[in-house]
């Protein structure tokens, strides 16, 4: 499992910061996703994209 900080909307960031203020901890939110499973030829696609953009990509499963 992978996770990148989450994006949060105005009223997920509001819950966030009650949240702080009540226990005076700083939070943290994170999205979490699997891995997915690919072939020979989606990882020599997706190595050259990660070239050309000198990033690493992960192939991820959606719910969609």
């Given at each position: 499992m992978m996770c990148s900080?989450?994006?949060?909307?105005h009223e997920a960031l509001k819950i966030l910061e009650n949240v702080e203020g009540e226990t005076g901890k700083t939070i943290l939110a994170?999205?979490?996703?699997?891995?997915e499973t690919i072939g020979e030829e989606e990882i020599h696609k997706i190595r050259e994209a990660e070239k050309k953009l000198c990033r690493t990509l992960v192939a991820i499963k959606t719910e969609h």
């Open positions: 900080f989450a994006t949060l909307d994170y999205d979490c996703f699997v891995p």
